[in-house]
């Protein structure tokens, strides 16, 4: 069984940096594509960045330059550094993980506010 548990939101200033973590459990972590993905104020929830289990990245292109992600195996985890925040960056970070089977598991999400 997959679950998923997000932590390190919080709020931040402008121009500020936060690193969002993903502590995954079962067996299919390292064989999993793990995402970030974010959900603003009356918007739909959109992908930030992910990783592939072969270490390869992508990101959305308003955080590319901005965020980071990583994953650490041996650990289960997932984070995602964000650097030079901006207040349209406020919203409800996801964490997911994708197995090569097809299926998707979410964590709960964790808020991320962005103050002027």
């Known amino acids: 069984q997959v679950q998923l548990v997000e932590s390190g939101g919080g709020l931040v200033q402008a121009g500020g940096s936060l690193r969002v973590s993903c502590a995954a459990s079962g067996s299919i972590f390292s064989i999993s594509t793990m995402g970030w993905y974010r959900r603003a104020p009356g918007k739909q929830r959109e992908l930030v960045a992910a990783?592939?289990?072969?270490?390869?990245?992508n990101y959305a292109d308003s955080v590319k330059g901005r965020f980071t992600i990583s994953r650490d195996n041996a650990e289960k985890m997932v984070y995602l550094e964000m650097n030079s925040l901006r207040l349209e960056d406020t919203a409800v970070y996801y964490c997911?993980?994708?197995?090569?089977?097809?299926?998707?598991?979410w964590g709960q999400g964790t808020q991320v506010t962005v103050s002027s």
């Open positions: 997911a993980l994708d197995t090569p089977f097809g299926s998707r598991y």
């Open positions: 990783v592939t289990s072969g270490g390869n990245t």
